[in-house]
């Protein structure tokens, strides 16, 4: 909960990325909320009021997995929202925008994204940087588990990163500038 309102506030794709480490990490533990707060929640050692805050939240987020019924795989609505958000972001500079720096990061992905769609068998549904949001969250479990990544691959998901990067640098100046 804290490590994600901070991850909201300042990238929003790391948000993303982080929230489905978390539902993965509800669905390693059964979707059982003792072993939850045994292992994850009293580590992080805060004052009983901030202990019971965190245990409510995993709560919650333990009852929309089961509600939108994604125990096994998938991600919340309201995640893949915020995927949509980003989106349509992504839209926007490419076409109203005009961004040139962010179309010439696109276009260096472009090629890996059609690569990583048709290997990873994504629907033809999932948009651009729900491709790239996916593969980059597979890289992060690779390297959890230690396994070996190619350079090919690497280079591939670093032009992912980067135009990520620049993605959400310039929404997070685009939500400032609306408040």
């Not at 994504?122 to 390297?143: F, H, P, Q, R, W």
């Amino acid at each position: 909960m804290i490590i994600a309102q901070e991850k909201k506030k300042t990238n929003l794709a790391e948000y993303i990325l982080y929230m489905w480490q978390v539902e993965d990490i509800i669905r390693a533990y059964q979707f059982d909320i003792n072993k939850i707060e045994e292992n994850i929640i009293k580590q992080f050692e805060k004052p009983e009021e901030t202990h019971n805050e965190i245990k409510a939240w995993y709560e919650n987020l333990i009852e929309m997995m089961k509600i939108e019924k994604i125990q096994e795989k998938g991600h919340l609505q309201i995640l893949m929202n915020n995927v949509n958000e980003l989106y349509d972001y992504h839209v926007f500079l490419l076409t109203k925008g005009k961004d040139s720096a962010y179309n010439s990061h696109y276009q260096q992905a472009l090629g890996n994204i059609s690569e990583f769609r048709e290997k990873s068998k994504a629907s033809k549904e999932n948009n651009d940087i729900e491709v790239c949001l996916t593969a980059l969250y597979g890289i992060l479990m690779l390297k959890l588990q230690r396994k070996e990544i190619s350079k090919d691959t690497l280079a591939a998901i670093t032009t992912f990163s980067q135009m990520i990067s620049e993605l959400t640098v310039k929404y997070k100046a685009f939500e400032e500038d609306k408040e």
